[in-house]
């Protein structure tokens, strides 16, 4: 079965880390572009976070530039996305999404043309 499924949410205090996992069964996300979305509530689902698989280029929306960083381990099939320095308004359920389109870069968000695969979520609550 194909399928990517995210694990790691919870609840963080402001300041707090959390590490969110992409964990890809019946394919290899090495083979992807694997991004991070989230979706805020009453919001569009955006764009955050992106690594390619040609040369690991790293993408960040500049919401998150120097907090989250994203990281693949080819040999786990799993992507990963460490938040560090949380926020409220990172409250938001995020998402992981493969892509075997190139993507597209902008300031507050990137994008694929084409998504071959989507995670089923998972919440990230940020409050005191």
């Known amino acids: 079965q194909v399928q990517l499924v995210e694990s790691g949410g919870g609840l963080a205090q402001p300041g707090g880390s959390l590490r969110l996992s992409c964990a890809a069964s019946g394919f290899s996300l090495a083979f992807y572009n694997i991004g991070w979305f989230r979706q805020a509530p009453g919001k569009e689902r955006e764009g955050i976070s992106c690594?390619?698989?040609?040369?690991?280029?790293?993408y960040y929306a500049d919401s998150v530039q120097g907090r989250f960083t994203i990281s693949r381990d080819n040999s786990k099939n799993t992507v990963y996305l460490q938040m560090n320095a949380l926020k409220p308004e990172d409250t938001a359920v995020y998402y992981c999404?493969?892509?075997?389109?190139?993507?597209?870069?902008?300031?507050?968000?990137?994008?694929?043309?084409?998504?071959?695969?989507w995670g089923q979520g998972t919440q990230v609550t940020v409050s005191s």
């Open positions: 690594i390619q698989s040609s040369d690991g280029t790293e």
């Open positions: 999404a493969a892509s075997s389109s190139s993507p597209d870069y902008y300031d507050h968000y990137f994008r694929f043309d084409e998504i071959n695969y």
